[in-house]
C-alpha cells in the first residue's frame, strides 16, 4: 500500500485498491509517473459514475502494451489478472517497471 501511495495519491484500502486498479486509472497514472506522457489519455469516471467497460478496456490495454514493450510479455500480468484482482501478479509487473523506470526517492 505505501509504494502505491509514494507514486499517486491514494488513501485507500487494499480491498479498495484492488477494486481501483480493475478501471486502469491509476495503473495509467502510475506509468505517467514512472515515465511523463507514456499514457497521454487517461479514461476516467464522470463523478460518482464507474468507467465504463470499454473505457477500462482502453485504460488496462494502454498499460499492458507499455509493459509488454518494456519488460517483455512473459513478466507482465494479464488483463484477467486485473480484473481478477490478482495482486501479486499486478504488483510484479509494477515492481518490474519501478526498477525500468526508478522513482526519484526508490533510486
Sequence with gaps: KQWYQRRV???AGIK???ESLKDGVILCQLLNEMKKNTV???MMPQGA???STMKSTVNLNSFLRFA???IGKDNCCSISDIQQGELSSVHDTLKRLCE???YQSDA
Design 16 to 18: 479498495e485498491i484492488e
Design 100 to 102: 525500468k523506470y526508478p
Design 68 to 70: 509488454q514493450i518494456n
Design 40 to 42: 497521454r489519455k487517461i
Design 49 to 51: 459514475e464507474k468507467l
Design 9 to 11: 495519491a491514494i488513501t
